[in-house]
């Protein structure tokens, strides 16, 4: 057990939909990744928080949004659905920048 | 040309061989190395997380890191049916902006026959 955890395990939903997915960092980190992982592009960065503040951006889709709250937990927003954006999501979170990440147990999210 | 790569194998051995798992990069920003083992459908487990170049051990595992080459390694020494799994490599480079996210290589899925 990594000591992060993500809400929910699985979500079913339909296209154009919105989904939220909820993550709670290990205790006593700041910073939490999102990540999302396909079978063709594996595991790719979407965004960085860093105690409330975004840090950086990768391959993040417009339609896809996050936050930091002040109690560190994070959420991933991701709206007007498609087919796909069914992928496996993990959020992983270290104490600074350049420690270890550590995953979560994913959610896996499927649109039909 | 992809910033990592990765053979995806699969790769298959007997129980109590040495396994050897690499991944090159292009990027020289590259610094920080981990490895990480992911159980299907599961969350990546880190296994071994490297700065120097040069060799790090942890039980039957070992990670090698060559930044001359841009090439990393991991050894698995006695290996057991319970590592079967798929192990990746991830990378955060030097960065001013504050920026610390992984770059993974595809993964390499490895079964260990009994």
């Known amino acids: 057990d990594s000591g992060v955890t993500q809400t929910p395990k699985h979500l079913i939903t339909a296209t154009g939909q919105r989904v939220t997915l909820r993550c709670s960092p290990r205790?006593?980190?700041?910073?939490v990744y999102w990540y999302q992982q396909s079978l063709d592009q594996g595991l790719q960065f979407l965004i960085q928080y860093y105690n409330g503040e975004e840090r950086a951006k990768g391959n993040i889709l417009e339609r896809f949004s996050a936050q930091q709250f002040p109690d560190l937990h994070s959420e991933l927003n991701l709206s007007s659905l498609e087919l796909g954006d069914s992928a496996l999501y993990f959020c992983?979170?270290?104490?600074?920048?350049?420690?270890?990440?550590?995953f979560g147990p994913g959610t896996r999210l499927t649109v039909l | 040309q992809k910033e990592v790569e990765q053979d995806p194998g699969p790769l298959s051995v007997p129980e109590g061989a040495i396994v050897s798992l690499n991944c090159t990069y292009s990027?020289?920003?590259?610094?920080?190395f981990m490895w990480y083992r992911q159980y299907s459908r599961k969350g990546p487990e880190l296994l071994m997380y490297t700065y120097s170049s040069g060799n790090k051990e942890d039980g039957r595992f070992t990670a090698q890191v060559d930044k001359s080459s841009k090439y990393i390694s991991l050894f698995i020494r006695d290996s057991q049916p319970s590592d079967s799994a798929t192990y990746l490599c991830a990378m955060i480079p030097i960065s001013g902006a504050g920026s610390y996210q992984l770059t993974f290589g595809k993964g390499t899925k490895l079964s260990v026959i009994p």
């Open positions: 992983a979170s270290s104490f600074g920048g350049y420690n270890e990440q550590f």
């Open positions: 205790s006593g980190d700041l910073s």
């Open positions: 990027n020289s920003a590259f610094q920080y």
